[in-house]
């Protein structure tokens, strides 16, 4: 069963215990000293493995790199990032010899984010995962069958049995 996840910032919560399991990498790699970027989820839900990664640069409090006026997440570093957080952190999903389609999900707010900036930035990070080479090497099972980025909202309509809250609303635990 899954559990209930604080985003870093203590804002926001994430409601995986509707998942079949659910954990946080990090602390595993930091227990084994694995200098591997890790999403900040992973869970198995409706029969597939979803790899969940969350930024959120519209919080007040940010700072530096992630407040709102710096944050571009369509710079080739931010890109590079979030493509290693997927190879990164399907290093233990192969660990674990998974026989279940894998789901990269990027929720993504930030003030100029809207339906095409984030479709566009979905479109622009997909060229760099595994799509085209598991394709020309017709790999079983796939490396990765879906990448989206998507906004808080639209995570709550995909995936409403696991929603993701601010901490100061009355369903928080």
């Not at 602390?27 to 493995?49: K, Q």
């Not at 710079?75 to 590079?80: L, T, Y």
């Amino acid at each position: 069963m899954g559990e209930i996840y604080w985003e870093e910032n203590r804002y926001y919560q994430i409601d995986l215990r509707n998942a079949k399991w659910s954990l946080e990498l990090q602390p595993l790699y930091r227990e084994y000293d694995l200098f591997l970027a890790d999403v900040d989820w992973i869970c198995e839900f409706n029969g597939e493995i979803l790899l969940i990664e969350y930024k959120n640069a519209k919080l007040p409090f940010e700072k530096g790199y992630r407040a709102a006026e710096n944050f571009n997440p369509s710079s080739d570093e931010s890109v590079a990032k979030i493509v290693r957080k997927f190879f990164d952190s399907f290093f233990y999903i192969t660990s674990y010899q998974r026989k279940r389609p894998v789901k990269y999900i990027y929720i993504l707010e930030w003030p100029k984010g809207d339906i095409v900036s984030r479709k566009m930035l979905q479109d622009k990070i997909a060229k760099f995962l595994p799509f085209r080479f598991q394709q020309q090497e017709k790999l079983s099972p796939l490396l990765i069958e879906d990448f989206r980025v998507v906004s808080i909202a639209e995570w709550n309509a995909m995936y409403s049995d696991m929603p993701i809250l601010r901490c100061d609303d009355d369903k928080v635990e």
